[in-house]
């Protein structure tokens, strides 16, 4: 065990009914909320046995929310259900929205806008400067163009808010009814997609008679964590919720967070309160920058590859199983014996980065 090994505290547990009834009483806040239903949920919970057992350590659960089915899927999907109910509700025909070029928010915000006959403008930030034409056209792009989406692209450092909004003035000069979702759809409304997780997780546990003692995933724009947060202080729970930072510093990445899950209790209307230890981000496996690829993610989406079948990504899950498996070996988890790796999808963004898996070519 290392020095920051996690100390679980000998908390009484909580009886099954009683997370029970508070998931119930927190669906029964979540459904004030328009929602269109856009994704396959829930999402499975599946044990990763050759991994854990490679790992010598927890068994490793993993929460497949690169199964939401839409456009392949991802945690875009859950926050859609409720910005595009809300996109609905004001009468919008045209949404706007941005992300970087792969991005997988971009993509499924694409998808989403089609399968809801609604106008998308995507607007793609250059955060990395590569050349590579299936950086630039494969891989998520290809699928943005496929849904039908108006795709611009803007230089690395670009004001991205003012472009939105400056596109949606254009729009509603020409008569159109624009909605801006912000990048990753990182606000209070998309992230009561991720509270709503936060409940299935929880009952899904209870139904398995299963005790998740922690919760690992790749945060980025804040919103998957933020609802988490939010979510599992509504139905009292003790995982213990881990986000592996891809971009900010962990100060900043936490700040974020912690942010915007306040924010989002608020709009719950409950009088939760989220406290700020509640909030951990470990940021130390973003190596030179958002979208640039490490060694650790390489090995790890390889990894997962050859011995779960399961497909990672090289931008956001990569870097959070590089992270998550880095710990288990450190013994950071202690004697926790359940850890659930939430899969936010984004293998689509492979194709974008095919030269970096440094794979072998065919044989004869
Ligand atoms: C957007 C994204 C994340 C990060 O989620 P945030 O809510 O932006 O923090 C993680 N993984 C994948 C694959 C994503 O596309």
Known sequence: MSEDTVMTQPAEAQSPEMTKGLCKELSIVLAKFPRVRLGHLPTPLEPMDRLSEM??????????????????????????????????????????????????????????????????????????????????????????RLHGATVSKRGDGTDMNAEMDAVAEKLKSDGHKPYVVPGGGSNPIGALGYV??????????????????????????????????????????DIHLLGIG??????????MV???????????????????????????????????PTEGMKMAVRLLAETEGLLFDPVYSGKGLDGLIDLVRKGHFGDMENIVFLHTGGSAALFGYPETFDLPGYTN
């Open 55 to 144: 790992l010598g350590g927890p068994r490793i659960w993993v929460k497949r929310d690169d199964c939401t089915g839409l456009s392949s899927g991802g945690n875009k999907t859950r926050k859609l259900e409720y910005l595009m109910a809300d996109a609905q509700a004001q009468g919008a025909d045209t949404i706007i929205t941005q992300g970087a070029t792969q991005s997988n928010h971009a993509r499924q915000t694409a998808a989403a806008a089609a399968k809801l006959g609604m106008a998308c403008h995507i607007l793609l930030e250059d955060r990395t400067g590569f050349n590579d034409p299936n950086y630039i056209l494969n891989g998520n792009v290809l699928m943005d």
């Open 196 to 237: 709503n997780c936060a409940r299935e997780l929880s009952e899904q546990a209870v139904d398995l008679g299963l005790k998740i003692d922690a919760l690992v995933h790749a945060t980025g724009s804040s919103g998957t964590q933020a609802g988490l947060v939010t979510g599992l202080a509504a139905v009292q729970s």
């Open 246 to 255: 891809v971009r900010a510093p962990q100060e900043k990445q936490e700040q």
């Open 258 to 292: 912690w942010d915007l899950a306040q924010r989002t209790a608020a709009k719950l209307g409950t009088g939760l309160e989220i406290d700020r230890d509640m909030v951990r981000a470990n940021c130390d496996y973003v190596g030179p920058g958002y979208g640039l």
